[in-house]
């Protein structure tokens, strides 16, 4: 069975004042569906980057990236953005919700975006997806009525909102008390019994009971 993620000899580089920086170095990775993998690392291991390069909102500069039957090193940027609404979840650390739409408007702008499912099934989709993070009773109220835990609930059921095949989240627990961290980390791991894909960066110490797979990142590099 194809992997829904196959990275091969994957790197990174970026050019900077102080000349090229290389963020990442010949990572090989595969993800089967259903898998949550953690990608452990200290601060500038190189994280975010390989989430980013999995996303598509970061191009490989070496190396060859798939992801849900697309190659996605080489794809046109039209290619990359309606692939991305239809394919990618994106969770981040700092939630990023639009602060004057309510929790159901936040989770249907993907939909919008992206021509995902009929108009008239849309807001019922989103109560779904809402109900699915245990956060449906929140539907019409605004992000800053909501706790930190709230918020990156309806910032996932965001993710979710195009039922996409895979889910990166950047340190989705970075902002979250201990107790709150932990049922999201939960939540990812419900997400990926029905057949989701999800990758998250994480400082997490005890990931192992809930990930599938941890994988260390060290200056750039995969162990």
């Known amino acids: 069975m194809e992997p829904v993620i196959a990275l091969r ?3 990174k580089t970026f050019a900077t004042p102080a000349g090229p920086f290389v963020a990442l170095q010949g990572v090989d990775l595969e993800v089967a569906r259903g898998e949550l993998v953690a990608v452990v690392g ?27 039957g697309t190659t996605v090193h080489d794809a046109s940027e ?11 979840g994106v969770v981040f650390q700092f939630f990023h919700l639009l602060p004057t739409l309510t929790a159901i408007e936040n989770v249907l ?10 108009p008239g099934e849309r807001r ?15 539907a019409d109220k605004l992000p800053a009525t909501l706790s930190g835990g709230q918020q990156q609930r309806v910032a996932i059921a965001r993710a979710l909102a195009n039922d996409p095949a895979v889910v990166v989240a950047d340190e989705p627990t970075g ?17 990926t019994a ?14 192992g009971g809930l990930a599938d797979r941890v ?9």
Do not use: C, Y
């Open 42 to 68: 200290k601060s500038g291991s190189g994280k975010s980057t390989l989430l980013n390069l999995i996303g598509g909102i970061e191009r490989a500069t070496e190396g060859e990236v798939r992801v849900a």
């Open 9 to 11: 000899q994957a790197g």
């Open 124 to 138: 019922r989709h989103a109560l779904e997806r809402l109900d699915l993070v245990g956060v449906a009773d929140q």
């Open 194 to 207: 029905q057949g989701t894909t999800v990758v998250l960066a994480t400082h997490e110490r005890d990931i």
């Open 175 to 191: 902002n979250l008390d201990t107790t709150t961290g932990r049922s999201v980390l939960e939540l990812f791991r419900r997400l």
């Open 78 to 88: 039209d290619v990359l953005a309606r692939w991305r609404g239809r394919h990618v």
């Open 109 to 118: 702008l993907p939909m919008d975006f992206a021509d995902r499912h009929p």
């Open 215 to 223: 994988v260390e990142l060290v200056d750039g590099r995969a162990r």
